[in-house]
């Protein structure tokens, strides 16, 4: 039976602890290479919410684009890692669903031949979190700390797969642009994948191509002209199709937008 973390999240308020929440960022590869500017959204969210945040210069991947391509003995070697280097904390925050779903799914999986790093991987699973479920359902700082936004044209919400289907997240980042002042126009079908599942967008693009163009049209349709999700790779797939097809259409993380 596949081990699943528990659900909602243990809270990990301040609280909680009586002193500040230390939280360690994962920034995801995609982030560190093509986004900056949403670990740098998402450190300041995370700061002005009262965390000490830390940012372990020794991480590296999750490991799910090696286990998802049939290479577990180089995923679980990038788990190894990834547990060493943020065991210690009292929360893992990741400004990805895909990423945190595998470090909360996948990595105990990935030991169930060695059960005490089965066990210290368990419990790290448990404090990692997707950083809107982890603001908003763990700190509730959508109702006290999220500023009204500089700029609150409408906008429109993917729910990426990882995130929505596996986290089972999916009012999060919607509180947290209610929270500052955002109009959402939901699309006709916001669930729907955008088609770029890792690799898939790279083996499949016959497939990959039509289903994010189907996700652009749908967001264009709300009149809208900025498209958010919580998934680097979902924004990087569907903003290279937009900009292929000259589409007036901005494609930003939901962090991004929330903390400028």
């Known amino acids: 039976m596949r081990w699943r973390p528990p659900r909602p999240p243990r809270p990990a308020c301040s609280g909680c602890y009586n002193r500040p929440v230390r939280v360690a960022l994962f920034v995801t590869c995609l982030v560190d290479q093509f986004a900056p500017e949403t670990g740098r959204a998402a450190l300041g969210l995370l700061e002005a919410a009262g965390c000490e945040v830390e940012f372990p210069t020794a991480q590296t991947c999750c490991g799910q684009p090696a286990y998802n391509s049939g290479y577990p003995a180089d995923a679980r070697r990038l788990a190894r890692h990834f ?24 990595h105990p999986q990935l030991w169930e031949d060695r ?16 950083l809107s479920q982890f603001l908003v359902d763990v700190l509730g700082a959508d109702e006290t700390v999220v500023p009204p936004a500089g700029s609150t044209a ?27 002042g955002f109009e959402i126009r939901e699309m006709a079908d916001p669930e ?12 499949h693009p016959e497939i990959s191509v039509p289903m994010a163009d189907h996700k652009l049209d749908q967001a264009l349709a709300t009149g809208a002209r900025t498209l958010v999700a919580c998934d680097t790779g979902c924004l990087l797939h569907l903003s290279t199709r937009a900009r292929a097809r000259g589409l007036d259409l901005e494609c930003r993380h939901v962090a991004e937008v929330v903390h400028p």
């Open 83 to 106: 547990l060493d280097v943020f065991e210690g904390y009292d929360a893992v925050v990741v400004a990805s669903g895909s990423c945190a779903a595998m470090v909360a799914h996948y």
């Open 115 to 130: 059960p005490g790093l089965r066990r210290r991987a368990e419990s790290l699973a448990e404090r990692t979190y997707e």
């Open 192 to 203: 729907r994948c955008c088609g770029f599942g890792g690799t898939f967008s790279i083996v």
């Open 154 to 180: 409408p906008v429109t919400y993917h729910a990426s797969c990882h995130l929505l289907r596996e986290l089972h997240v999916r009012d999060a980042p919607r509180s947290l642009l209610g929270a500052a």
